[in-house]
């Protein structure tokens, strides 16, 4: 836990304090994922960037001791730092770290505003029926992201966005800091002009010459004074900046790395396990839940993707793709639950499975080969039936029946496929107690 971190409160209105909004920005980003897998980089020095003439990356804290920073020159750094450890960045791996990252985020809010492949705004006030604060959210990210990926982030809760950024880089490392409305001015007065977001060197420099050197300068500045010297524009945004009035709300956006056309889901176990039975049970809720996301977003699927984390961290990915495109559950949980079986697993510990869907197009545009068999009314309808439900109801109204009884017969034994849980539409799900 960072220093500057205050403890956080047990209860909801002490901890919230008004916030809603949080920024959760990755430790290291590159260098963490970089030495993740070796222990013996834990604690030394190590820089991530590309060729004699390129630039730095990323830098554990380590070398950022002496001097390294991102975006410094590699000659720079070698110099300042010459028994650092240099690696080459893994775009492929930084990517998919990202991606189960930003799934995390998206687990507890859709309202997730991707800034890079390392850092996000996150609007939960929509979440704040799951989880008892804000500060809840942050601390169950935190604990989920280093469970998951083995790598730390530091979070920042307050009101605005521009406060939250700059909670999380005081929280800096591993740290969560909560901004109360009524704390603002405190947080933020006692900063140099240039930890604001958006002032550059440049920016910095004016505004010593005018002698203001803290925020608190800044602030108890005439705003006329300031829009004279740095332009109208500025003038107003730097002193609004000051006082902690942000006029901005987070909109949901994706990243440039992400990969736009998938929906997936990943959970991790409490314990590890060895039970088929438990694995096969979380496949079909995580199908379940992806298909219903893609329902509402009105898309279809051809490929279905299956990830197994062992309980040493070693993580495989196995793909399908299927003759038509798909949104139900009953499809893309028959596949990943054979992908599943076709890995041949005995008694192997596993600790988190993941289902995703890929390749998916406009469900208006999909087409799909109909059997002579099939009958006029089935799954298709059974499921927007369940999703009209859970949309009224919420997400516990209906659910697969396998999924309720979890200490009853059908529950103890490994199901086949989709078609053994489910008899048929009436059959399939059972209203939630």
Same mark, same amino acid.
């Given at each position: ?30 260098? #963490? ?22 630039? &730095? ?40 770290? #990202? #991606? ?9 809010? #859709?309202?997730?505003? &991707? ?245 998916? &197009? ?27 439900? &859970? ?43």
């Amino acid at each position: 836990m960072a220093e500057a971190a205050r403890p956080v409160p047990t209860t909801r209105a002490a901890a919230d304090g008004g916030c809603t909004i949080m920024h959760v920005d990755m430790d290291a980003f590159y260098a #963490s994922v970089a030495i993740r897998d070796r222990p013996e980089l834990q604690d030394v020095p190590v820089i991530v960037g590309g060729g004699h003439r390129g630039v &730095v990356l990323s830098a554990t804290y380590a070398a950022r001791a002496h001097g390294v920073h991102s975006a410094m020159p590699m000659t720079r750094a070698r110099r300042l730092c010459p028994r650092a450890v240099i690696i080459a960045p893994d775009f492929d791996e930084l990517s998919v770290v #990202s #991606s189960s990252v930003m799934e995390a985020f998206r687990s507890v809010t #859709s309202v997730v505003e &991707v800034l890079s492949m390392d850092e996000a705004f996150l609007d939960v006030s929509g979440s704040l029926r799951r989880f008892d604060s804000a500060t809840e959210v942050g601390s169950y990210l935190r604990a989920r992201i280093y469970d998951e990926q083995q790598i730390t982030c530091s979070v920042g809760v307050a009101t605005t966005p521009t406060v939250a950024k700059l909670a999380s880089r005081r929280a800096k490392p591993d740290g969560l800091l909560v901004v109360p409305r009524h704390e603002v001015t405190a947080f933020l007065h006692p900063m140099r002009v240039e930890e604001l977001w958006g002032v550059g060197e440049a920016t910095a420099t004016q505004l010593h010459r005018l002698g203001l050197r803290r925020v608190g300068d800044l602030a108890h500045t005439p705003v006329e004074v300031l829009q004279r010297a740095m332009g109208a524009g500025s003038g107003a945004r730097l002193h609004a900046m000051a006082w902690g009035v942000d006029d901005r709300v987070v909109t949901p956006r994706r990243g440039p790395d992400e990969p736009e056309r998938s929906i997936g889901s990943d959970e991790t176990f409490s314990r590890d396990t060895d039970d088929e039975v438990v694995v096969r049970r979380e496949l079909l809720r995580l199908s379940a839940k992806v298909a219903m996301r893609m329902r509402a977003a009105q898309v279809c699927g051809g490929t279905v993707t299956l990830k197994v984390r062992f309980h040493d961290f070693t993580t495989i990915t196995r793909s399908r793709t299927l003759r038509d495109t798909t949104s139900g559950t009953q499809e893309i949980y028959a596949t990943a639950a054979e992908l599943f079986s076709r890995l041949g697993l005995e008694r192997a510990r596993i600790r988190l499975v993941g289902v995703r869907v890929e390749g998916l &197009v406009d469900a208006a545009r999909a087409t799909r080969q109909l059997r002579l068999d099939e009958p006029a009314h089935g799954w298709e309808d059974a499921e927007r039936a369940v999703d009209r439900a &859970v949309n009224r109801f919420g997400g516990s109204a209906v659910r697969p029946a396998t999924l309720l009884h979890k200490s009853s017969h059908l529950a103890r034994r490994a199901p086949a496929s989709a078609g053994s849980l489910h008899a048929g539409p009436p059959q399939g799900y059972d209203q939630a107690p």
